[in-house]
């Protein structure tokens, strides 16, 4: 299968660098995109990491960064275009160090993020970014992508979480700044630069990452609340509360659960009707503060507000996780029943209500379809997703999908929101970045990108087609 | 005073832009350099500002951007070269928007952190950056500088606390991107790329700020330690006993006070004799929670650990205030003793303890010296300050302060330390930045600097000379 150029870089790299393809290195989860690859190195060490880019620079070949595949716009399959070479980190998997004391570990970046979490649960450390495919996601995805997750409103991003990186340069350079340290003013962010870059500017090969104490004493409870405005007021008053306590806040609309009754029947529900809207709340707060009492407190004063109309609270380790899960099992439900858009944006707070309203209003307008909008609420991050109507097909609206695309970003844009809050961009949103980003702020990327890799190696058509 | 090249760029100027120049925008804290300008700008928003840097470009006049004047490391001063162009932000000082339930504010960067600080208050929020020389440093150049502070143990740098930026690219472009959103992974990191720049890759005019909620209740504390490992392990207790609520945790040494009892002696000291090592604590904890009955439990633990030997709980904010005053007057007191050579280094946690002592042995053989070590230890970033024997003069070191620096950052950088933990690069470090940083880091800096500022005029001879 390789061509001339694909057998002349294989004869450069490092001995026992290259692995067989397997179909899970070519597929995405959405399965719209099936890549292609020339050949799969899987390096087992940064300087083999190195020695295949520079094979790659020298034979100006692709090469598309492989974490575990776990990301939803495309960043890690190759649609078109000359064959890349996959480069997989799925051998570069060790927790190289952690120290407690220090809230520090390094990990190399095929670690899953499971394996980092439960490395520094190990410790009595919490590793705080948490997504429902850690079990898969590999750090360095992770870090690449920027994710987000259900903690971001209390921890931040992967960014927040990154003390410094390793990372093998578009020329084949290493660049060594896994630092500890919480302050380091020397110099240009490179390592916030390549986070969220998506393997475009480089190859992250390990990561120094922070940790946290963990929450002496963690609540969870769900709150039935009236809309979304009331949902927001009800944030304000839990801040208030507990400050920067917070640690989830979750939106989580009927139609959700209706989904999953529909196509996850033997998920237990905690409502026999689901409500319109209700949110997930997590609270972390330190010894000597009962979060049960907390929360209710909550709930007396969001009641007595008009926000809130029922809830429940946690009784039980095992009750927290059943609503955690029925709120990680939307997206399972979303993807049976099958979206004909879906939308991963986030807007300033206030304009959240309005814009719910107002997207509703515009779907409606197009034709017969049903919505489900849920996610991060205080981190100004939903996921906005449209269905067909009871008893139509996805492909009924292939004609509608486009415009949906285009109006709903359009009207995020307009709001001061982002198209992609916390996916990144990939191959799938390149035109939208074209087309949304600040022209000052799209040709300054397009500079840096052509100084840091001139010859347009690394992880070629994505972010910036 | 203008040569030709100025009065063909007074020219081009907008009207009304140009002030006479004063004293103070040539000065800076440490009297050490003395600046020189052509020409000085004040714009009055973001537009002149824009057509101020086009001028400039199209001159090929050097920008310094200034902002309130007090960074330690001579950015905002020129010491040669061709006279460039000071661009004053005093004009640009509006608070232009503020969102309490978003806990965000927009400020221009010619608005003092203290102005922001009383936004954010006014508006029941916190703006948790805090310097001693708030009411004079401007935002922007807080950002520029990527400011630390004594909470950037909970709340982080400057970086942390900024959701986005609006900022003229040296090609005089504006770059819109004044986000107010928490999520926002629609391509590279832009923000945190000119945030820490010093004004070498742009000009910040204003931006999306963060605040938060503020803790219910706070309590300060001052605990004498055995040591710097001692003060390490009480940090660790202090993160099991409140997690992230640790706001404050400085580090004090004995002769850091001794200098306060010689050149301030109208402080008031909370010890008769000062101890060798310190801590001064800040917790800032939810509501429900004393603050004062957990620094006593913490006392507790720490006595009973070995660790702390006595201590003074804080009864009122005036004593509180009392507290934080004395440390943050030990510059001062230094200032007037007249330190041979500071410096500004972070460590890893661990390493310090093995650091201050190995350091001390290293200058106790160059020469009869006092060291004054203090700073925030929770974040690992000391203040390590070298002054003459008593009765002896700054100048009698002439000699030995090229020696002292060296061999100080380089201990610093074999730990993995950094040679300019909150100050910047500026002027007064390049040659460091040069010798110390990762080659491939630098070169990957020189390759941005160039590709985003190609005829060098932004803040030129700063960072990268």
């Not at 450069?12 to 290259?18: A, C, E, S, W, Y």
């Not at 996850?264 to 209700?278: E, G, S, V």
């Not at 959240?352 to 034709?367: N, V, W, Y």
């Amino acid at each position: 299968m390789l061509n001339d150029a694909g057998a002349d870089l294989a004869a450069m790299l490092p001995d026992g660098v290259l692995r067989p393809i397997e179909p899970r290195h070519l597929e995405e989860p959405r399965g719209r995109y099936v890549g292609q690859a020339g050949l799969l190195a899987a390096p087992r060490d940064t300087e083999e990491a190195a020695a295949v880019i520079r094979a790659c620079a020298a034979a100006r070949v692709g090469v598309v960064p492989l974490g575990g595949g776990t990301g939803l716009v495309a960043g890690q399959v190759m649609q078109s275009g000359p064959a890349p070479l996959l480069l997989s980190l799925e051998r570069m998997t060790a927790i190289r160090d952690l120290w407690a004391q220090e809230n520090v570990m390094v990990a190399e970046s095929g670690a899953t993020l499971q394996a980092v979490r439960d490395a520094a649960e190990t410790a009595g450390r919490l590793f705080p970014l948490s997504i429902a495919s850690q079990g898969t996601a590999q750090i360095g995805g992770v870090l690449a992508a920027n994710a987000g997750g259900v903690n971001a409103l209390r921890y931040g991003t992967a960014r927040a979480l990154c003390l410094g990186i390793e990372a093998v340069l578009p020329d084949g350079t290493v660049m060594h700044d896994l630092k500890r340290l919480r302050k380091d003013n020397t110099g240009y962010d490179l390592r916030d630069l390549l986070i969220g870059a998506e393997g475009t500017l480089g190859l992250i090969t390990a990561a120094s990452l922070r940790m946290v104490p963990p929450p002496a004493a963690r609540g969870v409870a769900l709150m039935v609340v009236e809309d979304p405005a009331a949902a927001l007021r009800l944030l304000g008053l839990a801040g208030e509360a507990v400050g920067d306590a917070v640690s989830a806040f979750e939106l989580i609309s009927g139609q959700g659960l209706l989904f999953q009754q529909e196509m996850l029947p033997h998920l237990r529900q905690p409502f026999a009707t689901p409500p319109d809207w209700m949110v997930l709340i997590e609270i972390g707060l330190p010894g000597g503060v009962d979060p049960d009492a907390t929360l209710e407190a909550l709930f007396i004063r969001g009641a007595e507000a008009g926000l809130v109309t029922d809830g429940v609270i946690a009784q039980s380790g095992l009750q927290a996780e059943a609503f955690w899960q029925m709120r990680e099992e939307i997206p399972e439900a979303n993807r049976r029943i099958g979206a004909i858009s879906s939308h991963d944006i986030a807007l300033p707070l206030s304009e959240i209500p309005r814009f719910i309203a107002d997207a509703g209003q515009m779907i409606a307008a197009m034709g017969d379809m049903r919505i489900n909008c849920f996610g991060h609420l205080g981190d100004g991050n939903l996921h906005y997703n449209v269905f067909p109507a009871p008893g139509r097909e996805r492909a009924d609206y292939d004609d509608l999908r486009e415009k949906i695309q285009h109006d709903v970003h359009q009207m995020v844009v307009a709001r001061g929101g982002s198209f992609s809050a916390e996916h990144g961009v990939g191959r799938l949103k390149t035109a939208d970045l074209a087309r949304w980003a600040d022209p000052a702020r799209l040709a300054a990327m397009r500079a840096i990108k052509a100084a840091l890799d001139p010859a347009g190696i690394m992880n070629p058509g994505a972010v910036l087609a």
